[in-house]
């Protein structure tokens, strides 16, 4: 009886362990990537190293890559293969001095939970997550210290 009751505590650990490793999104399919898509990632990031790529949702793909060292993540429209933005997480001690000091003056008291970098078409921006009790906000801010 014992040994029942052991394999199937054994059972239930491997299948809760297997669930808890698979994907959350049942959306996300991998995709082959167009020639488009892989020269823009070349040519925008030279030396960059394509992770993989999947369908984030139903009109874009995203694509993981490596650059300079760090993975960032790119985010390409499904029907036509035009560039969305690309972003990947940075540290306090990336952030130039003019963009702290916006956060410290137009958001005291709050805690940065997270800091990542954007590039879109015509802008770039810090995107930061703060949180303040139960309070959580994400603000963009330029390289340049201004609010958007």
Sequence with gaps: MTTKKSAMKKMT??????FAFSSC????????LNKSVKEFIEERYEGATILKAETESPGSIEVEFIHEGRKKE?????????WIYTIWDVTIDEVPEVVNETVRNNYPGYA?????????KNIEYFEFEFEKGIIEITRHITPDGELL
């Design 25 to 32: 999104d049942i959306n996300d399919q991998k995709v082959e």
């Design 74 to 82: 790119a985010y390409f429209n499904k029907r036509t293969d035009e």
């Design 13 to 18: 650990i491997l299948l809760l362990t297997v």
């Design 112 to 120: 940065i939970d997270d800091i990542n970098y954007v590039e879109r």
